[in-house]
Nanobody
């Protein structure tokens, strides 16, 4: 079973950049058609979708709030998905989570523990 671990969070100033990393720890990753995604949950808010990428095709999708500033990418050999975050704003402050869903499943099935991103204005 795939397990996900996020890293790369921290405290930065508005306008700075960060790269978040999510690594899958299971060998089942290689033989599974799946989508990998980033979500975030800000203080007092519900968890929201940020971006996703197909492990198999590379097709991406972005939330309107981050389109043009964030970029999702992957490295199948390293079993890793990255989130490049540019021009960070205070409203980007949240716990960021990595998630996975298999082809044919509508809901995300596996979640990481999250990594904190704090942006000071």
């Amino acid at each position: 079973q795939v397990q996900l671990t996020e890293s790369g969070g921290g405290m930065v100033q508005a306008g700075d950049s960060l790269i978040l990393s999510c690594t899958a720890s299971s060998r089942a990753f290689d033989g599974t058609t799946m989508s990998l995604a980033w979500f975030r949950r800000a203080p007092g808010q519900e968890r929201e979708f940020i971006a996703s990428i197909s492990k198999n095709t590379g097709a991406t999708s972005y939330a309107d709030s981050v389109r043009g500033r964030f970029a999702i990418s992957k490295d199948n050999t390293k079993k890793t998905v990255l989130l490049q975050m540019n021009t960070l704003k205070s409203e980007d402050t949240a716990v960021y989570y990595c998630a996975m869903r298999r082809f044919g499943r509508s809901a995300y099935e596996v979640w990481g523990q999250g990594t904190q991103v704090t942006v000071t204005a």
